[in-house]
């Protein structure tokens, strides 16, 4: 499956960014999705993910109660929501694809990723 972010950008400390990620080649509906960044000179980490029948979410300590993960089939298209953005989410931001029902935390699950779309948080 091909995926392509959007909605990168600079926003205040405390602001909110949607970012999408559409997918296109294959069922997207298959596929458990997942939101990975990276920051300058540190490893790519995980997010948030959701199941292929978005009945289950999961979020990475740092970004809990602050980002939410949502899918429409319809569209092929998965959401990352950002609210309450600090400095330290300043990173490039990718979705990644997972052909499995069930997210998981690790990058090497994922078969297919997008290009990232940068996300600056000024304080």
């Known amino acids: 499956v091909q995926l392509v972010e959007s909605g990168g950008g600079l926003v205040q400390a405390g602001g909110s960014l949607r970012l999408s990620c559409a997918a296109s080649?294959?069922?997207?509906?298959?596929?458990?999705m997942g939101w990975f960044r990276q920051a300058p000179g540190k490893e790519r980490e995980f997010v948030v993910g959701?199941?292929?029948?978005?009945?289950?979410?999961f979020a990475a300590d740092p970004v809990k109660g602050r980002f939410t993960i949502s899918r429409d089939d319809a569209k092929n298209t998965v959401y990352l929501q950002m609210n309450g953005l600090k400095p330290e989410d300043t990173a490039v931001y990718y979705c990644?694809?997972?052909?499995?029902?069930?997210?998981?935390?690790?990058?090497?699950?994922?078969?297919?990723w997008g290009q990232g779309t940068q996300v600056t948080v000024s304080s």
């Open positions: 990644a694809a997972r052909p499995y029902f069930i997210p998981t935390r690790a990058a090497s699950d994922y078969d297919d």
């Open positions: 959701i199941s292929w029948n978005s009945a289950r979410t």
């Open positions: 080649g294959r069922t997207f509906s298959n596929y458990a």
